[in-house]
């Protein structure tokens, strides 16, 4: 490209992992111009839920692996931030590994994990080796990162403290509702899969408005993590806003509230999720928060991780009025109240930068170490043992293809605020594998 304007790239293939990976790239490279790219499927991010992450990339795009692994300014970058599941980032380390091996410079590739914890530890700290910088959300998860990592003969040292990226806003200030500020308001934030069925979900609404009847002097609020007719990086079956609307008799201070998860904490006095990261967003500024127990304390829920935290709670006691706060030691040795989490990191990308070359990107999958599962997941990506795209025998629709453009790309197609034509390209075969 020969650009004298340093540049970074952010590769997403969802709405979170696109506010996490473009807010870990501020952070990492604030000075850098930022390239977006999207990876195309059915969880490619609507263009509102691209603004709602408040970075506006310079250049952004939709693309197939294959594009990703041709693009100019994805190999001449100097930081590359992958906004991936674990699967995706395993085949994506993989096939640029290969891509780029020769070359005398290579972006600094950066991955790590958007939620609470990773679904299955041991499994999506793995699909990330061959990383040059793994990001840990804590000093509690960076230690035992590493322990895994030592124990598989991987390098720990790849590992690097850090946080997510976008917690922040203003300290809570629990006299603005007895100034008469505002009133006391609770707001539930959803998660797309816990409770996963109509019936759960149906009947915690039913909590919802209960609370609400016991408490008029409260505003209750639901917040869904997307709008109608938008996707999230789970997909939702029974979408509470749906629901909501069947609800019968609903109390005049129980509502559906949209926007940025940050922008409704302003107003919140009570946070309740089941596990979510607005739960860490809430925690960081003070917020009292609630972790519900109604449907167990479970490694699948992702509520295990507040174990010890003081926010545990369910809905009848909250009925009866408990404003759990969690507990300032459990917080800090989890990440939460820094106000510069990214000193390390920033400080080994610079180093890691400084060195001009780098070499080769290794996952730990190999053909040599477990041929039959790393053929398998990257045949799931469309891409084969070689790093390239397989023959595909069955593209997809054009008609199929304009859809997914007219639902998904919008502005994405763009250079700054200046909106571009797509271009229709035939459609790589949608990730559906990895954890995390």
Request: hydrophobic share 40%; charged share 20%; aromatic share 6%.
């Amino acid at each position: 490209m020969g650009s004298a304007v340093p540049r970074a790239v952010v590769l997403a293939d969802s709405d979170s992992r696109w506010k996490w990976a473009a807010l870990v790239a501020r952070q990492l490279a604030p000075k850098h111009a930022l390239d977006a790219r999207f990876l195309a499927g059915p969880t490619t991010p609507t263009e509102r839920q691209v603004d709602e992450a408040g970075v506006v990339p310079d250049t952004s795009r939709v693309v197939t692996y294959g594009e990703l692994l041709d693009d100019p300014a994805v190999a001449e970058a100097d930081l590359l931030v992958l906004g991936t599941i674990g699967g995706t980032t395993l085949a994506l380390i993989h096939s640029l590994g290969m891509a780029w091996d020769g070359a005398s410079r290579r972006p600094v590739v950066v991955s790590g994990y958007v939620g609470v914890v990773y679904e299955n530890l041991v499994d999506g700290l793995l699909l990330r080796v061959g990383s040059d910088l793994v990001l840990a959300n804590s000093p509690h998860d960076a230690k035992l990162f590493r322990e895994v990592y030592r124990g598989v003969g991987a390098d720990p040292y790849t590992v690097v403290e850090a946080g997510l990226p976008f917690l922040g806003g203003p300290r809570y200030d629990p006299s603005a509702v007895g100034r008469g500020e505002r009133r006391f308001t609770v707001c539930f934030a959803v998660q797309p899969t816990v409770p996963a069925g109509r019936a759960a979900r149906a009947g915690l609404l039913d909590k919802l408005k209960r609370h609400a009847r016991r408490h008029p002097d409260r505003d209750v609020l639901l917040k869904p993590r997307t709008r109608e007719g938008e996707t999230s990086g789970r997909l939702e079956r029974f979408p509470y806003r749906a629901l909501f609307d069947e609800l019968a008799d609903p109390p005049p201070n129980l509502s559906v509230v949209d926007g940025a998860m940050s922008d409704v904490l302003d107003r919140t006095d009570l946070l309740v999720t089941v596990s979510s990261t607005a739960a860490m967003e809430s925690i960081h500024r003070g917020i009292p928060t609630a972790i519900l127990t109604d449907y167990g304390i479970r490694e699948a829920h992702g509520n295990h991780f507040f174990v010890g935290s003081g926010a545990l709670a369910s809905w009848a006691q909250l009925d009866e009025g408990l404003i759990p706060r969690a507990s300032q030691a459990w917080a800090t040795a989890h990440g939460l109240g820094r106000r510069d989490a990214f000193t390390a990191a920033r400080a080994q990308f610079a180093q890691l930068r400084s060195r001009g070359t780098l070499p080769r990107m290794r996952p730990f999958y190999t053909p040599t170490n477990a041929s039959d599962y790393l053929e398998a997941l990257l045949s799931r990506h469309g891409l084969g043992l070689s790093g390239r795209p397989l023959p595909s025998s069955s593209p997809a629709s054009p008609t199929a293809m304009r859809k997914l453009i007219q639902r998904s790309a919008g502005g994405l197609y763009r250079v700054g605020r200046k909106r571009v034509a797509p271009v229709i390209r035939r459609l790589a075969q949608a990730d559906s594998s990895g954890p995390g």
